[in-house]
């Protein structure tokens, strides 16, 4: 009797997974090919499921969406991948965003060298356009310093050709000078930039208008007779 009342549910559970809406749709359970269109357990089927996220799913039941806030809505992935998954997390995934920001970080830092590397127009002479003192001074610094990573100086371009080329030549000149100390080839090389801080005259220049244009600080003294409190 017993195996009688076994085989009757074996066969109505069976009967209910071939015959149900959803199993016509997926197909059989057991088949060879899934949703993706790929054949399981091929190469390309582990590929795309591994590649799928982590975590739980989004789906439409009852007429509301379980759990309300956005989750993924693609397929899980199987049971081994999801252990993989749970067991060396936040690997590989946090990998992602690390490369993001040592890509950013690079961008910066070779943006950052770049502009100590720059001479700029209060570099130079205006009348010959050769490189001042602070100039020349600015040059040793990147030459001399232990810690540069660029292999080229930058000189501000100005908007006339003839002034590019004098500036470009004072710079080479100087750096044939110190041929001792580079070791290593130094190009010189033209940008279309500015400084992103203020001369120190012009500094001063505001910093005194500032001064000058202050009011002059007082205090208005109010006294108040006692009439007679003799204090």
């Known amino acids: 009797m017993r195996l009688i009342c076994l085989r009757i549910i074996l066969f109505?559970?069976?009967s209910g997974i071939i015959i149900s809406p959803e199993s016509a749709r997926a197909g059989w359970p057991w088949?060879?090919?899934?949703?993706?269109?790929?054949k399981k357990h091929s190469p390309e089927w582990?590929?795309?499921t591994g590649s799928l996220p982590v975590g739980s799913r989004q789906v439409y039941r009852h007429g509301k969406l379980w759990p309300p806030r956005p989750r993924p809505t693609d397929p899980q992935q199987t049971f081994a991948q999801q252990f993989h998954s749970?067991?060396?997390w936040p690997t590989p995934y946090v990998e992602?965003?690390?490369n993001i920001i040592k890509v950013f970080e690079a961008v910066q830092i070779n943006q950052g060298w770049k502009n100590v590397s720059t001479l700029?127009?209060?570099h130079f002479d205006p009348e010959s356009h050769h490189?001042?003192?602070s100039g020349r001074e600015h040059v040793l610094w990147v030459v001399q310093n232990p810690a540069r990573r660029q292999h080229s100086i930058h000189v501000q371009a100005s908007t006339e050709r003839s002034i590019n080329t004098m500036r470009v030549a004072s710079v080479n000149n100087y750096i044939a000078e110190l041929s001792d100390q580079i070791g290593r080839p130094l190009n010189v090389l033209l940008d279309v930039t500015s400084p992103v801080t203020r001369p120190a005259v012009e500094v001063e220049l505001y910093q005194k208008a500032w001064i000058d244009g202050m009011a002059s600080p007082h205090i208005s003294l109010k006294t108040s007779n006692s009439g007679g409190s003799g204090q």
């Open 12 to 14: 109505a559970f069976f």
């Open 31 to 38: 088949g060879k090919r899934d949703t993706s269109g790929l």
């Open 46 to 48: 582990w590929e795309y």
């Open 86 to 88: 749970a067991h060396f």
């Open 96 to 98: 992602n965003d690390r």
């Open 120 to 122: 700029y127009g209060y």
């Open 131 to 133: 490189l001042t003192k």
